[in-house]
């Protein structure tokens, strides 16, 4: 009987995956690169305009605005409901824990407040997130890339929905395949989306547990290199048993540049999360780490490649949805 029942899972999440990559194929589809070249030919050049600005100030908000498009992706697709503020029968899904230190929310409501101006009710915040992701990440060193337009807006946005959608840092391969797979990416894609890791900053409590733990097993990982474990304790202490406050670079060497450094540190036993060096202890993730460290050019492709694979989760197009005026409410 258990037997029968795994079997019956593992059928079960294959046809699951089989119909999130057939609707994120036929999603693509209905989304066009140059959507807005006739609705509002300025569109893509005013997101641009205040992403720069934004990051041209803050360097790490490149991080926050490529964080903030996958996590609205991953929860009911790519339709701007992790923009939604809660109400008051209503926890909204950026209130939810996994979400609390999300950034870039000020960008995109610059960039809305300049698009209402120029193109009243023209262009959708989903539009708006994936154009920030894309010219967020080519101002600290990635590959520009044409991002497909035609996104229109959800109007409900739950915090529970974020459970088991939006990996935890303590994931291993199995539990990424599962949640990339079930959006319609492949494990090739999950590796070199993961590459986002090379900027910006994780709070001490998502890797903690790698430094201090309890139990039988009481120590330090020892799949993490002792050098590095030394410099986390130093800049995450553990105080009183608390867990360790503070924020610290998910690539230690070029926290600011989208480059490979983020593959090379888990070769070297050096990745942050245990999602991250997760990758080493699979013989296939690992050799498309090791390939990556060689090929930096390959990973830009890929990782642009799979950026416009996963902006097309789940979206709103033609006449479902709407175009919200201000992402924070709904319409």
Known sequence: MEARGSRGMRLWLLSAAVMAMAMATRSQAQLQVGYYDTLC????????E???KAVSGNPGMAAGLVRLHFHDCFVRGCDASVLLDSTQGNRAEKDAPPNTSLRGFEVIDSAKSRLET???GVVSCADVLAFAARDALALVGGNA???PGGRRDGNVSVAQETNGNLPPPSANVAQLNQMFGAKGLTQAEMVALS??????VSHCS???NRLYSSGPNAGQDPSMDPSYVAALTTQCPQQQGQPAAGMVPMDAVTPNAFDTNYYAAIVANRGLLSSDQALLADQTTAAQVVGYTNNPDSFQT???AAMVKMGSIGVLTGNAGTIRTNCRVAS
């Open 50 to 52: 205040e992403v720069s």
């Open 302 to 304: 890929d990782f642009a």
């Open 41 to 48: 030919p300025a569109a893509e050049i005013i997101v641009q």
């Open 195 to 200: 590459g986002a890791h090379t900027i910006g």
């Open 118 to 120: 120029a193109c009243f």
């Open 145 to 147: 890339y044409q991002v």
């Open 206 to 208: 998502s890797f903690s």
